[in-house]
Nanobody
Framework: QVHLVESGGGLVQAGDSLRLSCAAS????????SAWFRQAPGKEREFVAA????????TYADSVRGRFTVSTDIAKNTVYLQMTSLKADDTAVYYC???????????????????WGQGTQVTVSA
């Protein structure tokens, strides 16, 4: 059983940067693919970014490509989401997710992800 804990959220101004962390226990990111999702008030949870377990191939939603970077520190068993040029539309609860490397369904489908963190709030003031 993989347990994920996010941290690093907060209140920032538009244009600022923020780095989220997701620490895993009970499993290692060397064998799991991981992702970040977010959910804004009144909206459905949406895919943000993912990084594969083996060669670190990254995938991004169009809305964040070029501004966000997902990375993994295997030694620390932690996944990061570096966010730059933040906009008010980025305001949401950000969730870390993980799934077995054997899962091959679409990255942006919530049902394809087995493990979830509790979420961390990111608020961007205009």
């Amino acid at each position: 059983q993989v347990h994920l804990v996010e941290s690093g959220g907060g209140l920032v101004q538009a244009g600022d940067s923020l780095r989220l962390s997701c620490a895993a226990s009970g499993g290692t990111f060397i064998t799991y693919t991981s992702a970040w999702f977010r959910q804004a008030p009144g909206k459905e949870r949406e895919f943000v970014a993912a990084i594969t377990y083996n060669n670190g191939v990254t995938t991004y939603a169009d809305s964040v490509r070029g501004r966000f970077t997902v990375s993994t520190d295997i030694a620390k068993n932690t996944v990061y989401l570096q966010m730059t040029s933040l906009k008010a539309d980025d305001t949401a609860v950000y969730y870390c997710a993980a799934r077995s490397r054997w899962t091959t369904g679409p990255l942006n489908i919530i049902a394809e992800w087995r493990y979830w963190g509790q979420g961390t709030q990111v608020t961007v003031s205009a």
